[in-house]
C-alpha cells in the first residue's frame, strides 16, 4: 500500500465508482482494491486521526482497516456505500484502539505504583532523600492515593497528566491528592505514649 496522503480527485471519484470497485474487490481483483484504497485512503485516515489525535497509530489503525476489508471482501455486500462503510469501520478500531491504549498506560502506571520494591524512580537517591521520613507512612496508603502521590511527586505529572493517565476525573484527581496528604501529615504526627489508639483521647484519623 502507499502512504496515507491524500490525492486529488480525479473526474468519476465518487459513490458510483467506489461501488464498482468494491464489486471488483468483493471478486478478489487487487488492482481494484490499489484504486480503492487510493480513493478512499484519506477519508479513512481522517476518521481514525481524529479519535486517535495520533498521526503514526491512525495510519496503522488506516491499514487494518484496508487488510480487514481484502480479508473479508468474498463476504461483503457490495451494494452497500463504500466510504460510509470503510470510515465506519475505521472508527470502530480506532475507538478500540484508543480504550486499548489507556489501559495499557493505566497498567503500566498500576505497575509502577503497586510493585514499588522494583520501580526504579522510587529507588533513586534523591527520591528516597525526599521521602524517607515518610516511607512507612506511604507504604500503609491504599492504592488510590498511592498512584496519585506517585504520579504526582516521583513522575512529575500535572494534575490534569494524571486524571488522563488514570482515567478519572480532574476533580477526582484533586480531591484524592488532597485525601492523600492529609493522610501522610495525620500518619506523621508525633503521639504521646500516654493516648493509647483505643483510649478516650485518641486521634482521630481519617
Known amino acids: 500500500m502507499s502512504t496515507m496522503t491524500g490525492k486529488r480527485r480525479e473526474p468519476g471519484d465518487g459513490p458510483a465508482r467506489s461501488a464498482a470497485l ?3 474487490v468483493c471478486a478478489g481483483d487487487r488492482t481494484a482494491f490499489r484504486q480503492l484504497y487510493s480513493l478512499t485512503a484519506s477519508r479513512v485516515l481522517s476518521v481514525a486521526d481524529a479519535v486517535l489525535d495520533d498521526r503514526a497509530a491512525a495510519e496503522e489503525v488506516a491499514q487494518e482497516v484496508y487488510l480487514e476489508l481484502w480479508r473479508t471482501a468474498r463476504s461483503l455486500d457490495p451494494g452497500r456505500p463504500v ?3 470503510l470510515a465506519q469501520v475505521a472508527h470502530r478500531r480506532a475507538v478500540d484502539r484508543a480504550r486499548a491504549d489507556r489501559s495499557a ?3 503500566e502506571v498500576q505497575y509502577t505504583v503497586l510493585d514499588r520494591p522494583r520501580d526504579h524512580e522510587w529507588e533513586r537517591s534523591d527520591v528516597r532523600l525526599a521521602l524517607a521520613p515518610a516511607a512507612g507512612a506511604i507504604r500503609q496508603l491504599a492504592a488510590i492515593h498511592h498512584d496519585v502521590l506517585y504520579l504526582a511527586y516521583v513522575r512529575g505529572y500535572s494534575h490534569s497528566e494524571i486524571a488522563e493517565e488514570l482515567s478519572i ?3 477526582t484527581v484533586k480531591t484524592r491528592l488532597r485525601d492523600t ?5 495525620t500518619q506523621l504526627q508525633p503521639r504521646s505514649p500516654a493516648d493509647p489508639d483505643d483510649g478516650p483521647g485518641r486521634r482521630i484519623r481519617r
Open 181 to 185: 496528604l492529609i493522610r501522610l501529615h
Open 83 to 85: 466510504l460510509a462503510f
Open 105 to 107: 498506560r493505566r497498567r
Open 22 to 24: 468494491l464489486l471488483r
Open 169 to 171: 476525573p480532574l476533580g
